[in-house]
């Protein structure tokens, strides 16, 4: 049980209560009544959560978590060399042992900055979903494959999604992951979109990241990536696009008719490290009634898993590529980070909002420091002058994950010992291999 501000989120309408309680039952809100009114209920455990806002965990829509391992590894450099020179050497000495490690620094990083939820997209997602199991987070997994290998790369995908999916006592969901329109053949494509359909399994992939993609797609197939997924059959089926950076006018039709629930996850801070020209077209695809979640992307890219950051970074933007101040406002961003976020990764009615029969996926912000008082507008408090280190607790499922700053399931200092000791080994890039090239 909770007592402080609460925050709520349907369609763009964020409500805030005032000295409101919230009360939780088998991991689901049970009932958001007025404190006093709570006082009276029997609860095995309350949190006095005075001066502090309960609002919905953040969904972080996009990520590769375990490359926490790289951060910082590959600077200031273009996308095609941050690939081909550095990441995608270094990932061909992956081990699963370097996953689980990279998914628990990630997981613990996530949970100090209010992420109750990830989408991951990676390697040896085993080892992920076992840290997600242990450390009480909720995921959306996807075990990321490339053409270059093979048949078996999809299959693996496939057999990950069956087996994973309903895991960790529900808080596991998954899909297929495809690694882009550039990486994986049409052909490929098309055989995972019958998977997706066959199966009932959602699709998650990078796609128009950015438009020189955008443009060398045209260029060499006369189509646009997006134009891709549909002609292969993959808007048929649930999608979440990473990035869309590079989406063109042509494709909003195309996404307009898509078949399947289809969103689009924006981890802006990297579109701005790698200099691309253009961000996700968010007041665009809203027209087109797209849900856009916010996310990180990896922290070999993005330097970070802050979701929060992504909340300022996405309102900051939108008014600057728009030129208008009027848009996307501190509640707009709330619903995208809380509700949108919740529908991109396909969790649009379990979790995204405080209200009863949602998962108790909650997070407490402190509001008491310097850098947020006083409170007039509270939207723009919890965007623009709160940061993800105000989150003082942290909730899934009503399991405390960090109770006042301090992480209940995770042991960074072992973590950051056991992980360090493996760096030699995988930073070695002296073979001169590559899981994969990157020519877009
Ligand atoms: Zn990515």
Same mark, same amino acid.
């Given at each position: 049980?909770?007592?402080?501000?609460?925050?709520?989120?349907?369609?763009?309408?964020? #409500?805030? &209560?005032? @000295?409101?309680?919230?009360?939780?039952?088998?991991? +689901?809100? *049970?009932?958001?009544? =007025?404190?006093?009114?709570?006082?009276?209920?029997?609860?095995?455990?309350?949190?006095d959560a005075r001066g502090q806002v309960a609002m919905p965990g953040l969904v972080n829509c996009h990520t590769h978590a375990p490359m926490v391992a790289l951060r910082g590894l590959a600077e200031d450099l273009p996308t095609e060399e941050w690939f081909n020179d550095v990441v995608w050497p270094v990932e061909s000495n992956l081990t699963e042992k370097d996953v689980e490690l990279g998914a628990r620094l990630a997981c613990a990083e996530m949970i100090r900055g209010g992420v109750t939820c990830f989408a991951d997209h990676y390697f040896a997602m085993d080892a992920v979903a076992a840290v997600v199991a242990e450390c009480g987070i909720r995921a959306h997994l996807g075990q990321a494959y490339f053409s270059s290998q093979g048949e078996q790369g999809r299959q693996q995908s496939l057999e990950f999604a069956l087996h994973h999916r309903g895991g960790a006592h529900g808080r596991i969901t998954t899909a297929l992951a495809p690694h882009a329109p550039y990486t994986v053949t049409d052909a490929d494509l098309a055989a995972t979109a019958d998977l997706a359909r066959a199966h009932g399994l959602p699709v998650h992939l990078h796609a128009s990241e950015n438009r020189d993609q955008a443009d060398t797609s045209l260029a060499r197939?006369?189509? #646009? =990536?997006?134009e891709v997924l549909e002609r292969t059959g993959v808007l048929d089926a649930d999608v979440l696009i990473?990035?869309? #950076?590079?989406?063109?006018?042509?494709?909003?039709s195309v996404l307009a008719r898509a078949r399947g629930r289809t969103a689009v996850a924006s981890a802006p801070r990297g579109y701005l490290k790698f200099a691309w020209p253009t961000t996700t077209p968010i007041r665009a695809l809203r027209e087109i009634g797209v849900p856009v979640g916010l996310a990180t992307d990896g922290a070999a890219s993005n330097n970070s898993l802050d979701v929060w950051e992504s909340m300022a970074l996405t309102s900051l933007i939108q008014k600057s590529t728009e030129g208008d101040p009027r848009w996307l406002t501190s509640r707009q961003?709330?619903?995208?980070?809380? +509700?949108?976020?919740?529908?991109?990764?396909? &969790?649009?009615?379990?979790?995204?909002?405080?209200a009863p029969g949602r998962r108790a996926d909650i997070?407490?912000? *402190?509001? #008491?420091g310097p850098h947020t008082q006083p409170v007039h507008d509270l939207a723009a408090t919890l965007v623009h002058s709160a940061r993800s280190s105000d989150v003082r607790t942290t909730i899934v @499922?009503?399991?405390?994950l960090m109770r006042d700053r301090e992480l209940l399931t995770l042991d960074v200092p072992a973590v950051v010992r056991e992980l360090g000791e493996r760096m030699p080994a995988l930073l070695d890039r002296s073979h001169g291999r590559r899981i994969q090239e990157y020519d877009t």
């Open positions: 049980m909770t007592r402080g501000h609460v925050a709520h989120g349907e369609e763009e309408r964020i #409500t805030f &209560l005032e @000295d409101a309680a919230v009360v939780v039952r088998d991991g +689901l809100v *049970d009932a958001v009544v =007025p404190a006093a009114e709570a006082a009276g209920v029997p609860a095995v455990e309350r949190l197939h006369g189509v #646009t =990536p997006i990473a990035h869309g #950076t590079g989406i063109l006018e042509r494709d909003l961003a709330l619903h995208h980070a809380t +509700l949108q976020s919740a529908r991109a990764v396909g &969790l649009g009615d379990r979790i995204g909002s405080i997070v407490l912000v *402190d509001l #008491t @499922d009503g399991r405390i």
